[in-house]
């Protein structure tokens, strides 16, 4: 078993008091840490990361990372890995609250056009009765836990404020309702347990996706992905059907642009690697300087000393 360090401990930490942490947030706490540039430190980043989830695996956690499907950006959070979808949101919420938060997923996952999210009407609208096990008869459907047929309106609108807080849900520049960061990291196995359809590049849940407009053809990739994947192909193809995926999806210049980025982010990791080894290097150059300046000053002193001896002696 690996014994884990304070930095291990803070790095756990940070990610369970915060919530879910986007990659810069998440990589500065470890540089902060550790005195490491992850970007110029790959391997010694991703060895804290494998140290960490060793003893996580332990109590049924892991540090997980995912891309956030509405902004592309990276994020890092540590999630629940036993399936049980009440242990998803854990007893702060209610029965009638987790009812609800299960309607609003299905609603979005579930929604062939991948938009990834519904109107905040739509949302209120969730009928929690239909959260009943499948199972069940029409007239233990009919028979809904009271605390379901009182859930009014106003504590549905409360319940969206408190899970769009908590990072299970978000609200969209347009006003909707989406899926939040840690519904994302933390609902994995739930998106495959219920056949959401994965992106086509990265296999991850495709919720919110551009889906392939040749009829027939399941195929579905994330934005981000789609950028990625036509800024290094020359063919303009579905993977699936084969027929052209139509560039107004994604313009060449978003394509060329993400392919820009990555070549920026490379190039950023290259150039603080480099200063790292020139202020190690000024550094060096500083300390014997620094020495040799001693070494000067105590030599001068010395010889003022003679001096002022050699002096004294000629006064005796």
């Not at 304070?6 to 369970?16: C, D, F, G, S």
């Not at 049980?84 to 938060?101: E, H, R």
Request: include cysteine; hydrophobic fraction near 35%; charged fraction near 25%.
């Amino acid at each position: 078993m690996v014994s884990l360090s304070w930095k291990h401990h803070t790095l756990i930490q940070a990610l369970i008091s915060r919530g879910p942490l986007k990659e810069k947030e998440f990589q500065s706490i470890f540089t902060a840490v550790t005195g490491r540039n992850p970007g110029a430190a790959k391997k010694i980043f991703d060895k804290y990361l494998l140290e960490i989830n060793k003893e996580l695996s332990y109590v049924h956690f892991e540090l997980r990372a995912c891309r956030d499907q509405y902004d592309g950006q990276v994020c890092y959070g540590v999630v629940n890995t036993v399936s049980d979808d009440q242990s998803k949101l854990g007893t702060k919420y209610s029965v009638p609250q987790i009812a609800f938060f299960k309607g609003i997923i299905e609603a979005i996952a579930q929604d062939e056009a991948a938009q990834g999210c519904i109107s905040g009407f739509d949302a209120l609208n969730i009928r929690l009765e239909n959260q009943l096990p499948s199972e069940a008869s029409s007239s233990q459907q009919q028979q809904a836990p009271a605390a379901f047929k009182n859930f009014s309106m106003s504590q549905k609108d409360k319940t969206l404020d408190e899970l769009v807080r908590d990072k299970w849900l978000c609200r969209t520049s347009e006003g909707n309702i989406g899926l939040g960061i840690r519904s994302l990291l933390d609902l994995r196995s739930w998106f495959r347990n219920n056949d959401v359809p994965s992106c086509e590049v990265c296999n991850e849940a495709g919720v919110k996706a551009d889906l392939c407009p040749n009829e027939g053809c399941t195929v579905r990739i994330h934005k981000y992905c789609l950028k990625n994947l036509l800024s290094q192909r020359d063919d303009k193809v579905c993977s699936g059907c084969g027929k052209p995926w139509p560039l107004g999806k994604v313009t060449k210049e978003e394509a060329v642009e993400a392919a820009v980025d990555d070549e920026e982010e490379n190039e950023t990791q290259a150039t603080t690697a480099l200063r790292s080894k020139k202020r190690k290097g000024r550094s060096q150059r500083d300390s014997a300087e620094n020495f040799s300046s001693q070494a000067s000053l105590a030599s001068s002193s010395g010889a003022t000393r003679r001096r002022v001896t050699r002096s004294a002696a000629h006064l005796n």
